[in-house]
């Protein structure tokens, strides 16, 4: 028990490691080959923070725990929207811009919705995976045409900062990174899989919480940090933003390559995910903040929550 835990730890370390060097040399060579900045921003940067879900969903898949590859993106977006924005908020009163409230919660609630519905049979198609790819594309676009018509997106103001190598540098760096994706991913997978059954728990359950918190703390330390500074705008935007990615783009690639059995992941659990989304687009729908009382109230709901699926686990 002790040694796959073990192993989880150092699995994590290679995914957050891999998926930040993969994402700063992807970033270095998009920027020589002159692609624009909006571009990059909306679409290297944006899926460098959701690598890490989606290289473990997609392995988790690709050894038939479909279960925890969805229980991963589920929980992982309860984590982003309940824990890391509550605990920010605990942390200092944060400012969210209109461009999150206005447009990035509306497509992750309507991505909720719909892996809710496509849910309901207890199994996720090609077709359903098809469906959730689509409206990625549809969601990439909308994105693009906003963000030319007005201010950069959180995502072009994060890759401003990362560095240009030079090309073969840059394409060392992606290598590497696809390296440790690949490796942490499988270490992860494997460890958490036999930590389940050790434990008598679900492959959905042990997505839900030990890989889902493991993908999810690099977004949870930056988040606390950035508040701390009175910088929270941009970090929340990328962690409300990613609950679209890790919907539409993970669970639609990996449904089109491996269709999943998501036993395990309950109504209760979908319902959490979209419940915590809609309580925090009320919260900040009119005054376009997140007051501590309220990042007590989504962090109180995330322990409960939490608390709950240990009691039925055990």
Not at 280 to 296: H, I, N, P, Q
Request: overall charge neutral.
């Amino acid at each position: 028990m002790l040694l796959n835990i073990l192993i989880i730890i150092v699995g994590v370390a290679l995914v957050i490691g891999g998926a930040d060097r993969m994402t700063e040399g992807a970033v270095s060579l998009a920027q020589r080959m002159k692609i624009p900045e909006i571009v990059i921003g909306l679409t290297i940067v944006a899926m460098g923070t959701s690598m890490p879900e989606f290289c473990v969903s997609m392995v988790s898949a690709l050894k038939s725990t479909t279960a925890m590859a969805v229980g991963n993106v589920v929980g992982s977006n309860i984590f982003n929207t309940m824990l890391i924005v509550g605990m920010a908020a605990l942390v200092a009163p944060m400012m969210i811009t209109h461009s999150t409230v206005k447009k990035d919660m509306p497509w992750t609630i309507l991505a909720s919705v719909l892996l809710a519905c496509i849910s309901i049979d207890g199994n996720i198609s090609r077709l359903d995976a098809l469906l959730l790819t689509l409206t990625f594309f549809c969601f990439i676009a909308y994105t693009l045409r906003e963000s030319r018509k007005g201010q950069p997106t959180s995502q072009d103001q994060e890759q401003e900062n990362k560095k240009t190598y030079k090309p073969m540098i840059a394409l060392l760096l992606v290598l590497a990174g696809l390296g440790c994706l690949i490796l942490g991913s499988n270490l992860f997978v494997d460890a958490a899989t036999k930590v389940a059954r050790q434990l008598g728990v679900s492959d959905a359950v042990i997505g839900l919480t030990i890989v889902a918190g493991g993908t999810s703390l690099p977004e949870l330390a930056t988040s606390v940090v950035a508040a701390k500074k009175g910088q929270s705008a941009i970090a929340i935007g990328n962690v409300i933003g990613s609950n679209v990615y890790n919907i539409l783009m993970i669970i639609g690639v990996t449904g089109l390559i491996c269709p999943m059995n998501i036993e395990g992941i309950t109504f209760i659990d979908l319902g959490t995910m979209l419940g915590s989304i809609l309580l925090l687009w009320l919260f900040t729908f009119t005054k376009f903040k997140v007051e501590r009382w309220e990042g007590g109230v989504l962090t109180l709901l995330f322990f409960i929550y939490m608390g709950w699926l240990i009691w039925n686990a055990i």
